[in-house]
């Protein structure tokens, strides 16, 4: 945990009364007695070049054990879904299965999985093989730019769920196109706000 601090429960039941008053106007509005209003314990972690916040009742029995261990658990997932560490499976797949059938953990191929669904679904518009473009664009460590027609038809080439074989019996990945590269879409993070293992 980086930081944590307490949410001052009379302005959270002021924000509270104004989100009920404007949706129940016909209703007279009830004002709580201090017996009634709830402290929040507020616990932030940054991840996946954001913040995330635990809120818990204040006094709830190891609250601070309940938020490390949801916090594990998003590093645990940035370690295995980024593409900012080397290390990470995404990455790891990204480098490997353009030319041989990669072995992934079960809830990762589940996950592809459902992309390749969503895609299908979509008609192509939701796609997690945008890796490419998104390097084109320079989405990925910049410059930002515009690229020019030649660069973004190459990168499309390489584009396509329907190039990636997902073998469900032996829960493998491989890429039918060469520079295909899976990017699950989180923002490049800041200097040191990746928590990847480096061995």
């Not at 949706?23 to 991840?47: G, N, T, Y």
């Not at 980024?82 to 992934?104: F, G, I, K, M, Q």
């Not at 518009?125 to 690229?147: M, S």
Request: contains cysteine; charged residues 25%; negative net charge.
């Amino acid at each position: 945990m980086n930081r944590r601090d307490f949410l001052d429960p009379r302005q959270l039941a002021h924000a509270a009364g104004q989100i009920l008053g404007a949706v129940e106007e016909c209703q007279e509005p009830q004002i709580a007695s201090a017996e009634d209003e709830v402290a929040l314990l507020r616990v932030a972690h940054k991840a996946m070049a954001t913040t995330f916040e635990v809120l818990l009742p204040y006094g709830a029995p190891n609250a601070l054990a309940v938020a490390g261990t949801a916090f594990a658990e998003i590093d645990r997932l940035e370690q295995q879904l980024t593409v900012y560490c080397e290390t990470s499976e995404v990455s790891r797949l990204n480098r490997l299965a353009a030319s041989t059938a990669v072995p992934v953990e079960d809830k990762l191929f589940d996950l592809l999985a459902l992309a390749a669904r969503i895609t299908e679904e979509t008609e192509g518009a939701y796609d997690i093989t945008a890796g490419a473009l998104i390097k084109a664009w320079g989405f990925y460590r910049g410059p930002r730019r515009v690229p020019s027609d030649e660069e973004r038809a190459k990168a499309l080439s390489r584009v396509g769920m329907r190039h990636v074989v997902l073998d469900a019996e032996a829960r493998t990945v491989r890429y039918l196109r060469p520079g295909l590269e899976i990017n699950l879409g989180q923002p490049r993070p800041g200097r040191n706000l990746c928590r990847c293992s480096r061995d």
